[in-house]
């Protein structure tokens, strides 16, 4: 009778240091940025996925913004080119991609894709 009084209350401390372990384990830089880098090439190609599922014709680009998209619309008929940046997370844009959200501001588009795998 003894011992199971105190079987409870160690288990319980033994469970909590595991899921301490597991959930609020510190991790380094290299680490932390390797799993963001993973995250973003997710999300851009979910995106990638996406549209052209939907029929739109996507063509990555060099400079500026990830992705131009041409979108064509069934009723008129008519094709619409937009600069998509795809971003994971609180990522922030850089001054190109903000030089070019200036340059084009109806045609810009940044896109906040969370991965569910990650």
Not at 76 to 92: L, N
Request: charged residues 30%; proline residues 4%.
């Amino acid at each position: 009778m003894k011992n199971s009084k105190l079987v409870v209350p160690v288990l319980l401390a033994i469970m909590s240091a595991c899921l301490s372990f597991l959930f609020n384990e510190k991790k380094s830089k290299p680490e932390i940025l390797k799993r963001n880098k993973a995250k973003g090439k997710a999300a851009e190609k979910w995106f990638v996925f996406w549209e052209k599922f939907w029929g739109n014709k996507v063509t990555r680009s060099p400079n500026g913004e990830d992705y131009v998209v041409e979108r064509w619309h069934f009723g008129t008929d008519k094709v619409d080119t937009v600069h998509v940046e795809v971003k994971s997370g609180k990522a922030k844009l850089s001054k190109n991609q903000l030089a070019k959200q200036k340059k084009y501001p109806k045609n810009y588009e940044v896109r906040r894709i969370n991965p569910i795998l990650y």
